[in-house]
């Protein structure tokens, strides 16, 4: 299934419990358009710049409902943020 020869790596119901059991969408699995990879990056880049702001009790379902667009701006601002405190101290 890793390489994408076995019959498995195309079952649509596998893919699906695959999705849901690691918490993501499925059309990340499921959906070959690039929209969705660029929507999963963007997401984990804003989750990434949010931990290391420290920013707590954010609910990552929420991020499903932005744009790459929205989270890659939302990452700036914390970015951005996080860089003038480094500098302020």
């Known amino acids: ?27 990340y699995l499921l959906d070959d358009s690039a929209e969705i990879p660029e929507l999963v990056e963007a997401q984990l880049n804003l989750l990434k710049s949010m931990r290391e702001a420290r920013v707590k009790n954010f609910a990552a379902r929420q991020l499903q409902e932005l744009s790459p667009e929205t ?8 970015d951005e943020h996080v860089r003038s405190e480094d500098e302020g101290s």
Not at 1 to 17: T, V
Not at 71 to 78: F, G, K, P, T
Request: aromatic fraction near 6%; avoid cysteine; hydrophobic fraction near 50%.
């Open 1 to 27: 299934m890793r390489s994408g020869d076995s019959s498995l790596a195309m079952d649509q119901d596998l893919l699906q419990n695959l999705a849901a059991f690691f918490g993501v969408d499925r059309r």
């Open 71 to 78: 989270l890659a701006r939302l990452r700036e601002v914390i």
